[in-house]
C-alpha cells in the first residue's frame, strides 16, 4: 500500500529565509505527486503537482525518485506562505495524504 | 465559476443520531470524491465516484458509512448511529477525470461534524 510522509508538523521560520517542507513517500508504481496548500479558514487548494515541473507562488517541488521524495521548497518565505501543506500521491482512484506540515513565517 | 459546495458547513449531533452530509461537485466534474479529516489522524479517503461505475468503497471505515451519487451530479454521505470518533472535517471533491493525463482534484469548504 502507499504511504505519504511528512516528518516535519510545525516549521518556523522568518520572513526572507529559505524554506523546505519535507515529503518522502513510498509506493510500488510510478507515483504522480501533489503539493496541496490549505490557508487560514480556506478551502483546501492544490499548489502544484510533479507532471507539470512548474513554480506556483516561487514553491518548486522536484520528485526524487532514488530518495522517494517530493520536498516543496522556496528560496524566501514569504508572511502569506504561512499556512497548512499537504504532500499527496495519486494511486488509483484515489489521493493518499501527508500528515500535513504546518509552516509559519515570523516577521 | 462555482467551485465545489458542501452542507451544511456545521453539523452537531448527538451520539446514535444518523446524519447526512451533501456535496454538489462542480458542473461538468466527471469524478467524485470524499474524504475525512480528522485529529490524528489527518486525510482519508472515504469513497470515489466515477461517471456510472460502481463505486470504491475502499476507504469506508465501516457499515455505518454510505454514500449515493445521484444523477452523476450531487452526493449524499450518510453516516448512520454516529459515534463520537466519527468528529471530523468531511469533505468533497470533484474533477474531470481524463483517459490519460493527471487530473486536479477540487475540494469543496467541507462539513464540520461535532458528535456529542
Known amino acids: 500500500a502507499q504511504r505519504v510522509t511528512q516528518p516535519e508538523k510545525l516549521l518556523s521560520v522568518f520572513k526572507g529565509a529559505p524554506v523546505e517542507l519535507k515529503c518522502n513517500y513510498s509506493?510500488?508504481?510510478?507515483?504522480?505527486l501533489f503539493w496541496y496548500v490549505q490557508y487560514s479558514r480556506q478551502r483546501l487548494q492544490l499548489l502544484l503537482r510533479h507532471i507539470s515541473r512548474e513554480s506556483i507562488k516561487g514553491f518548486t517541488a522536484d520528485l526524487n525518485k532514488g530518495e522517494t521524495s517530493f520536498h516543496l521548497k522556496k528560496p524566501f518565505a514569504q508572511e502569506e506562505d504561512s499556512a497548512m501543506y499537504y504532500c499527496?500521491?495519486?494511486?488509483?482512484?484515489?489521493?493518499?495524504f501527508g500528515g500535513g506540515t504546518r509552516l509559519m513565517v515570523k516577521p | 465559476g462555482a467551485g465545489v459546495s458542501q452542507s451544511p458547513s456545521n453539523k452537531v449531533t448527538e451520539k446514535g443520531k444518523d446524519v447526512e452530509l451533501r456535496c454538489d461537485p462542480i458542473s461538468g466534474h466527471t469524478a467524485l470524491y470524499w474524504y475525512r479529516q480528522s485529529l490524528g489522524q489527518g486525510l482519508e479517503f472515504l469513497i470515489y465516484f466515477q461517471g456510472n461505475s460502481a463505486p470504491d468503497k475502499s476507504g469506508l471505515p465501516s457499515d455505518r458509512f454510505s454514500a449515493e451519487r445521484t444523477g452523476g451530479s450531487v452526493s449524499t454521505l450518510t453516516i448512520q448511529r454516529t459515534q463520537q470518533e466519527d468528529s471530523a472535517v468531511y469533505l468533497c471533491a470533484s474533477s474531470f477525470k481524463r483517459l490519460a493525463g493527471v487530473e486536479t482534484q477540487y475540494f469543496g469548504p467541507g462539513t464540520r461534524l461535532l458528535v456529542l
Open positions: 509506493y510500488s508504481g510510478s507515483p504522480e
Open positions: 499527496a500521491l495519486l494511486a488509483g482512484n484515489m489521493l493518499t
